[in-house]
């Protein structure tokens, strides 16, 4: 829809929090779908000031779950996210999963906006629905290093008894090891086990080396092989 349709629209009182015509548990607001539109074209944000200007909810939620300001989130447009918080957006907003707007910006890796969210006072250390606060996510020291001066407690388990160690671990973030492991309040992470006994060692050696561990191999000697970097580099951190 183009932006003199949608004005022509709003101006003969169609609702700016309308849903649109799609099947029951996919239909999306006007100001997400604006935004999706904008952000898959030309960034071309027009039709969300629009809507804006006519009081649609910066906070209404999709059927699918998603809001504004995460899908601002999801795609690091920054100048999006001021709009929005300029029409009073929720910046601790949670998706049915309990994930907030801040743990999709660290996800990304986006520091402008991790830093934007926490301005507007987001919480860094909320959690989502398996007790993951954004520092789980974060893949750059750049990012940790912006989540730390906001007070995010490293010290936190998921309710897999897990660290932020672990999932860096796991995912084969080394920047965010490197990090984390050279911080002497931290190193008794490193030999921290999780629910099924795992420390960051074992996921760094088991991911990508399944066919090994099969073979008996244990993720010790995985590291001491030097099979792979990150397993190898918490090790000699233990």
Not at 7 to 29: M, Q
Request: glycine share 4%; net charge neutral; hydrophobic share 40%.
């Amino acid at each position: 829809m183009s932006k003199p349709s949608l004005a022509k629209l709003l101006k003969h009182g169609i609702d700016p929090n309308a849903l649109s015509f799609e099947d029951a548990g996919e239909r999306r607001t006007l100001l997400c779908l604006a935004i999706e539109e904008a952000v898959k074209l030309d960034n071309d944000l027009a039709k969300v000031d629009l809507l804006l200007e006519s009081r649609a909810d910066p906070n209404r939620r999709s059927e699918t779950g998603s809001f504004p300001l995460m899908l601002a989130a999801r795609h690091s447009n920054v100048k999006l996210a001021r709009k929005l918080f300029q029409a009073k957006a929720e910046v601790n907003q949670q998706d049915t999963k309990l994930v907030t707007s801040l743990h999709t910006a660290v996800h990304q890796d986006s520091a402008q906006m991790v830093q934007l969210l926490l301005m507007h006072k987001a919480n860094v250390n909320v959690q989502d629905q398996v007790g993951q606060s954004p520092v789980f996510f974060a893949a750059s020291t750049t990012v940790i290093a912006v989540l730390l001066d906001a007070k995010a407690d490293l010290h936190h388990l998921n309710k897999k008894g897990q660290s932020a160690l672990h999932l860096a671990a796991h995912n084969g973030r080394h920047e965010a090891v490197v990090y984390l492991t050279d911080h002497e309040f931290l190193q008794e992470s490193v030999d921290l086990q999780d629910e099924r006994g795992r420390s960051p060692l074992h996921l760094a050696a088991a991911q990508g080396h399944q066919l090994k561990m099969h073979n008996g191999q244990t993720p010790m000697t995985l590291a001491d092989k030097k099979d792979t970097d990150l397993a190898l580099y918490i090790y000699t951190r233990m």
